[in-house]
């Protein structure tokens, strides 16, 4: 089993839709929960980061971590076509710069 | 140059050349990465150095090995190219963020097919 589970996707919908994605893990001693946005052909980009539980929002992006569960989500509001990118979660420790990263969702945002 | 460089772009090498991925940095973070990024996998991290002087070995390291001569300067060489090597790779410079939270600085990537 890996350590974090992303579903690849693609995942398609209509500009103004809220996108729901999302990541499961396994490791209890995750503490630092990332999501990182990657366009075509480009490196991927720190986008929002949480520590612990909780909800964190940013604009359109509100990212959420639920621990009991071992469930990480982001959610994107009012989605554009500049949204279309690869989201990768991310998860860390707090022993050192080791980062998972999931295998990334597609989403493509139609205009 | 601002953040991280790559080169090349892409490359096509033919199975059992040497070939070496460029990477450089102008944010003198201490800590630089090296991923491949292929289809359904994300990224794995091959080969990683905390610091000038030393290197250490990431999940998948077979194959490929690194240097680090000064702060700037991360290059991953393939001794001998395999097919399996085809992929994106990825060098990242590591900066603290919050806490000990450490945010990663990806470069432009560098597509390589091995026939």
């Known amino acids: 089993q890996k350590e974090v589970e992303q579903d690849p996707g693609p995942l398609s919908v209509p500009e103004g839709a809220i996108v729901s994605l999302n990541c499961t893990y396994s490791n209890s001693a995750f503490q630092y929960f990332m999501w990182y946005r990657q366009y075509s052909r480009k490196g991927p980009e720190l986008l929002m980061y949480?520590?612990?539980?909780g909800n964190k929002e940013d604009g359109r992006f509100t990212a959420q971590v639920d621990k009991s569960s071992k469930y990480i989500s982001l959610f994107i509001r009012d989605s554009q076509p500049s949204d279309s990118a690869t989201y990768l979660c991310?998860?860390?420790?707090?022993?050192?710069?080791?980062?998972?990263f999931g295998a990334g969702t597609r989403l493509f945002v139609k205009a | 140059i601002a953040g991280i460089t790559q080169a090349p772009t892409s490359q096509i090498l033919a199975a059992g050349r040497r070939m070496t991925l460029r990477c450089t940095q102008d944010?003198?973070?201490?800590?630089m990465y090296w991923y491949r990024q292929d289809l359904g996998l994300g990224l794995r991290l091959i080969h990683y150095?905390?610091?000038?002087?030393?290197?250490g070995k990431g999940e998948v390291p077979d194959g490929y090995s690194v240097s680090r001569a000064n702060t700037d300067d991360f290059p991953l060489t393939l001794a001998s190219a395999v097919p399996s090597q085809t992929s994106v790779y990825f060098c990242?410079?590591?900066?603290?963020?919050?806490?000990?939270?450490?945010?990663?600085?990806f470069g432009p990537g560098t597509r390589l097919t091995v026939l």
């Open positions: 990242a410079s590591i900066s603290p963020r919050e806490g000990h939270l450490y945010e990663q600085f």
């Open positions: 944010m003198r973070h201490n800590a």
């Open positions: 991310a998860m860390s420790g707090t022993g050192g710069f080791k980062t998972i």
């Open positions: 949480t520590y612990s539980s």
């Open positions: 150095s905390n610091t000038a002087g030393t290197t």
